[in-house]
């Protein structure tokens, strides 16, 4: 099959990087160049991506890492803070809260992204620290080109950095000037904050793995916990349209770290997908496609059929709704259950021709689901908060989501494997802490506080997140990375990519293949807004096609023709030892790089 691509697929034996920003993917390139591994690169990206995609990820925020050394079955690495000592239940409802606002220090778990990349980087990379920081560092201090969605992010919390932020305002509006899209922006404190790990790292002495720990402790344990701590004692604006200090202490971050665990393995014939466990939303993907087993499911010329399209719809509603009843850091989230091909053969009979417009459950095991009040009560519409703060890094308030967070794939000449998804401490959810350069996460408003739920909010506990990087094995073989931002959409944009390469598309035909997500569940993030029905596509199947799903009941939302997903791939052909790689085009930001 050969359809139209807006890039070729790149090609190679030397080394394939794809990620949502341009300069991520040369600078994980030139690592490779280096002498580098595929874990060293994807370090160095995800250290740029936080300077250059500010209003998407930042120090301050999270990684959940799944890899695979040189053909070694995949791990998972979890670089997803946990909620502080202090984050009980109580504590939000005696505040007179029912939701953990999505914005502010509430919502503040214990940064998780920089003790995850330094543990990747020193059980498996062979570079220093200083090799893999360096780049961010240059362009934190001397500057990067401001992209216009970041630009455009700051505008429209311009007017709650002046009003209750006034250190957001300092760093993202300087001398209360917005910045113009493509201007060159600077964040020397930032810079500065590395600067000093890097000095507290190498003081340790010339040990490439002393360094790492030193610099491990030093952000945990030293300056960047203390400023952390204090800055939290203070009370800033939220979503609740009041002023609240932290919870999150000094104390929390020395307690935590990032830590490795064992991936969740579906196999689809000669095909296995793997993804993080039920603290993600990552087995939906999973479930998905155990769902759609058996179904004649194709791609006419590189575009999904109506058939397709509402199957895989129904499909994700399915299983959307057993992540909100069954998902969670708890060890009794029933996944082999879940994927196993019984009780999808009972749940696909929910399948019909026509849309669904309820919230349906299973009772996986003879288990009666539990869902929050919030859910039971009854779908909610988006709403507008008092603050103007934007609790997720998306600023579409509409059914259209452009996307959001972060995304890195990379493979190595000897078979080394990575897929990340970076996400939080963006610069519209969190007051900017002025002593480091970056602000907090907001990860916790996907909590619940109800109690007795998988997700339910607890000290030391997880939030279910919707970052999902994804792996594939080909005959029990690593042989595909990829994922994409996008919230509660990473799962179904994963999903057409998948079907599409399935269908015979390659890396960068499915990427370009048009993309679908249903808005028809819970929202992950604040105020968890839902809308039975919906469906959100890219005008690019074609009117006959919309039309179609229109007369099954589908509430269509035409998003426009180049609009959903920021997919990117790597793989690599265990045969014969091609490396492929393939970025999204859409927003003109995502890059493939390799030769």
Same mark, same amino acid.
């Given at each position: 099959?050969?359809?139209?691509?807006?890039?070729?697929?790149?090609?190679?034996?030397?080394?394939?990087?794809?990620?949502?920003h341009?300069?991520?993917?040369?600078?994980a390139?030139?690592?490779?160049?280096?002498?580098?591994?595929?874990?060293?690169?994807?370090?160095?990206?995800?250290?740029?991506?936080?300077?250059?995609?500010p209003?998407?990820?930042?120090?301050?925020?999270?990684?959940p890492?799944?890899?695979?050394?040189?053909?070694?079955?995949?791990?998972?690495?979890?670089?997803?803070g946990v909620?502080?000592?202090?984050?009980?239940?109580?504590?939000?409802?005696?505040?007179?809260? !029912?939701?953990?606002?999505?914005s502010?220090?509430?919502?503040?778990?214990?940064?998780?992204?920089?003790?995850?990349?330094?543990?990747?980087?020193?059980?498996?990379?062979?570079?220093?620290?200083?090799?893999?920081?360096?780049?961010?560092?240059?362009y934190?201090?001397?500057?990067?080109?401001?992209?216009?969605?970041?630009?455009?992010?700051?505008?429209?919390?311009?007017?709650?950095?002046r009003?209750?932020?006034?250190?957001?305002?300092a760093?993202?509006?300087?001398?209360?000037?917005?910045p113009?899209?493509?201007?060159?922006?600077?964040?020397?404190?930032?810079?500065?904050?590395?600067?000093?790990?890097?000095?507290?790292?190498?003081?340790?002495?010339?040990?490439?793995?002393?360094?790492?720990?030193?610099?491990?402790?030093? $952000?945990?344990?030293?300056?960047?916990?203390?400023?952390?701590?204090?800055?939290?004692?203070?009370?800033?604006?939220?979503?609740?349209g009041?002023?609240?200090?932290?919870?999150?202490?000094?104390?929390?971050?020395? !307690?935590?770290?990032?830590?490795?665990?064992?991936?969740?393995?579906?196999?689809?014939?000669? $095909?296995?997908?793997?993804?993080?466990?039920?603290?993600?939303?990552?087995?939906?993907l999973?479930?998905q496609l155990?769902?759609l087993?058996?179904?004649?499911?194709?791609?006419?010329?590189?575009?999904?059929t109506?058939?397709t399209?509402?199957?895989?719809?129904?499909?994700?509603?399915?299983?959307?709704?057993?992540?909100?009843?069954?998902?969670?850091?708890?060890?009794?989230?029933?996944?082999?259950?879940l994927?196993?091909?019984?009780?999808?053969?009972?749940?696909?009979?929910?399948?019909?021709?026509?849309? @669904?417009?309820?919230?349906?459950?299973?009772?996986?095991?003879?288990?009666?689901?539990?869902?929050?009040?919030?859910?039971?009560?009854?779908?909610?519409?988006?709403? @507008?908060?008092p603050?103007g703060?934007?609790g997720?890094?998306?600023?579409?308030?509409?059914?259209?989501?452009?996307?959001?967070?972060?995304?890195?794939?990379?493979?190595d000449r000897w078979?080394?494997?990575?897929?990340?998804?970076?996400?939080g401490?963006?610069?519209?959810?969190?007051?900017?802490?002025?002593?480091?350069?970056?602000?907090l996460?907001?990860?916790?408003?996907?909590?619940?506080?109800?109690?007795?739920?998988?997700?339910?909010l607890?000290?030391?506990? &997880?939030?279910?997140?919707?970052? @999902?990087?994804?792996?594939?094995l080909?005959?029990?073989?690593?042989?595909?990375?990829?994922?994409?931002?996008?919230?509660?959409?990473?799962?179904?944009?994963?999903?057409?990519?998948?079907l599409?390469?399935?269908?015979?598309?390659?890396?960068?035909?499915?990427?370009? @293949?048009?993309?679908?997500?249903?808005?028809?569940?819970?929202?992950?993030?604040?105020?968890?807004?839902?809308?039975?029905?919906?469906?959100?596509?890219?005008? &690019?199947v074609?009117?006959?096609?919309?039309?179609?799903?229109?007369?099954?009941?589908?509430?269509?939302?035409?998003?426009?023709?180049?609009?959903?997903?920021?997919?990117s791939?790597?793989?690599?052909?265990?045969?014969?030892?091609?490396?492929?790689?393939?970025?999204?085009?859409?927003?003109?930001?995502?890059?493939a790089?390799?030769?």
């Amino acid at each position: 099959m050969s359809v139209f691509t807006t890039r070729p697929e790149l090609v190679g034996t030397f080394g394939m990087v794809g990620s949502t920003h341009w300069l991520a993917s040369a600078s994980a390139m030139a690592v490779l160049e280096d002498g580098g591994n595929a874990f060293d690169a994807a370090v160095a990206a995800g250290f740029v991506l936080q300077v250059v995609e500010p209003h998407l990820n930042g120090p301050g925020g999270e990684v959940p890492i799944i890899f695979s050394a040189a053909g070694a079955a995949p791990q998972v690495l979890c670089g997803q803070g946990v909620a502080p000592a202090g984050a009980s239940i109580e504590h939000y409802t005696d505040l007179g809260l !029912s939701l953990i606002p999505g914005s502010g220090l509430l919502a503040a778990t214990v940064p998780g992204a920089w003790d995850g990349w330094l543990t990747l980087l020193r059980d498996h990379g062979t570079k220093t620290l200083r090799d893999v920081l360096d780049r961010a560092i240059g362009y934190a201090r001397d500057g990067f080109p401001l992209v216009e969605r970041a630009s455009y992010t700051i505008g429209m919390v311009a007017d709650l950095f002046r009003d209750h932020w006034p250190t957001s305002a300092a760093q993202w509006m300087p001398d209360g000037v917005l910045p113009a899209p493509g201007g060159r922006f600077r964040n020397p404190k930032l810079a500065d904050t590395w600067e000093w790990l890097l000095a507290a790292a190498e003081a340790a002495g010339a040990d490439r793995e002393a360094q790492i720990e030193a610099a491990r402790r030093a $952000w945990s344990q030293g300056f960047v916990a203390a400023q952390i701590d204090e800055f939290c004692r203070s009370e800033f604006r939220d979503d609740s349209g009041r002023d609240h200090a932290g919870v999150l202490t000094g104390a929390d971050m020395a !307690s935590w770290e990032a830590s490795y665990e064992d991936a969740v393995v579906a196999d689809f014939g000669e $095909w296995s997908l793997v993804k993080a466990g039920g603290w993600t939303q990552g087995p939906v993907l999973a479930q998905q496609l155990r769902l759609l087993e058996g179904y004649e499911l194709s791609y006419v010329d590189g575009r999904p059929t109506a058939e397709t399209i509402h199957l895989a719809v129904e499909a994700a509603k399915l299983a959307f709704a057993d992540r909100e009843a069954w998902y969670g850091d708890v060890p009794d989230v029933p996944l082999e259950t879940l994927l196993s091909r019984e009780y999808a053969a009972e749940r696909r009979a929910l399948i019909s021709s026509t849309a @669904s417009l309820e919230l349906r459950p299973g009772s996986p095991d003879g288990r009666e689901p539990l869902l929050p009040k919030h859910i039971t009560s009854g779908p909610s519409a988006l709403v @507008s908060d008092p603050t103007g703060a934007i609790g997720e890094p998306t600023v579409e308030r509409s059914g259209v989501t452009r996307g959001d967070t972060v995304h890195v794939d990379v493979v190595d000449r000897w078979g080394n494997m990575v897929s990340a998804t970076p996400s939080g401490g963006w610069l519209q959810s969190s007051p900017t802490i002025p002593s480091l350069g970056f602000c907090l996460g907001s990860r916790a408003q996907m909590f619940w506080l109800d109690k007795g739920l998988p997700n339910s909010l607890a000290p030391g506990k &997880r939030p279910r997140i919707t970052l @999902s990087p994804s792996m594939a094995l080909r005959d029990g073989r690593p042989a595909l990375a990829f994922g994409t931002p996008g919230g509660d959409q990473q799962d179904q944009w994963q999903l057409g990519f998948w079907l599409a390469h399935q269908a015979g598309l390659n890396l960068q035909e499915a990427i370009d @293949s048009p993309m679908w997500h249903s808005n028809a569940f819970p929202s992950s993030f604040y105020p968890r807004a839902w809308t039975p029905g919906e469906l959100v596509i890219e005008s &690019r199947v074609g009117a006959d096609v919309l039309e179609e799903l229109r007369s099954r009941g589908h509430q269509v939302v035409d998003a426009g023709e180049w609009t959903l997903g920021r997919m990117s791939a790597v793989a690599r052909d265990a045969a014969d030892g091609l490396l492929r790689a393939g970025a999204n085009p859409r927003g003109a930001q995502g890059y493939a790089a390799g030769r």
